[in-house]
């Protein structure tokens, strides 16, 4: 059985840095694309960013509201993805998701996300 | 970045069918998705690739594309499908992910 397992959320003043985990099991993670998804309090879904398998480049991708400030990394010896926040403002104020992106049978990471963890929240107080 | 746009309430009888349209650009070249997610929990998959549903997903549950939109219908809702449904999909070069704001079922 897949299982993600996010951990590290906390409150965190306003331009601090936390960091976050993605405990991954059940599945072949270093082939694995992975993603983080937030969600602020009461509102929508929003990406974050993204880290392509190291077989595929390893590179990552970052949504508009979050690059320069935030950066994901893996350590597929620990099956662990991480998410560094620096710079932290209120509104980074959400639940934070870990997700993969499902390979397909000819080993192509696909677009949509599944499944994902729990998530951990992540307070930065006004 | 792109935008999705959803409707942000649908109201359903149980029984009958309750259709949430995603529209936006992206999708004129895109496949759509489609998330369940229930009051203080992950969201899960429900369709994938426009009309694809995962093992496990009923098969009430269905999705169509057509021209710069999706539609996911629940065919004959249950009040165990109130939720939070939200699309997404991806921009052309595959590095940008958005969702649509969510629609809110209600099954009364």
């Known amino acids: 059985e897949v299982q993600l397992v996010e951990s590290g959320g906390g409150l965190v003043k306003p331009g601090g840095s936390l960091r976050l985990s993605c405990a991954a099991s059940g599945f072949t993670f270093t082939q694995a694309w992975m993603s983080w998804v937030r969600q602020a309090p009461g509102k929508g879904l929003e990406w974050v960013g993204r880290?392509?398998?190291?077989?595929?480049?390893?590179?990552?991708d970052y949504g508009a509201p979050v690059k320069g400030r935030f950066s994901i990394s893996r350590d597929d010896s620990k099956n662990t993805l991480y998410l560094q926040m620096n710079s932290l403002k209120t509104e980074d104020t959400a639940v934070y998701y870990c997700?993969?992106?499902?390979?397909?049978?000819?080993?192509?990471?696909?677009?949509?996300?599944?499944?994902w963890g729990q998530g951990t929240l992540v307070t930065v107080p006004s | 970045s792109f935008e999705l746009t959803q409707p942000p309430s649908v109201s359903v009888s149980p029984g009958q069918a309750a259709r949430i349209t995603c529209s936006g650009d992206?999708?004129?070249?895109?496949?759509g998705y489609w998330y369940q997610q229930k009051p203080g929990q992950a969201p899960i998959l429900v369709i994938y690739?426009?009309?694809e549903r995962p093992s496990g997903i009923p098969e009430r549950f269905s999705g169509s594309h057509s021209g710069t939109a999706v539609t996911l219908t629940i065919s004959g809702a249950q009040a165990e499908d109130e939720a939070d449904y939200y699309c997404q999909s991806a921009d052309t070069s595959d590095t940008d992910f958005v969702f649509g704001p969510g629609t809110k079922v209600t099954v009364l």
């Open positions: 997700t993969t992106h499902p390979i397909s049978i000819f080993g192509v990471a696909s677009n949509w996300f599944d499944p």
């Open positions: 690739k426009d009309s």
């Open positions: 992206a999708l004129a070249k895109q496949y």
């Open positions: 880290i392509k398998s190291k077989t595929d480049g390893g590179t990552t």
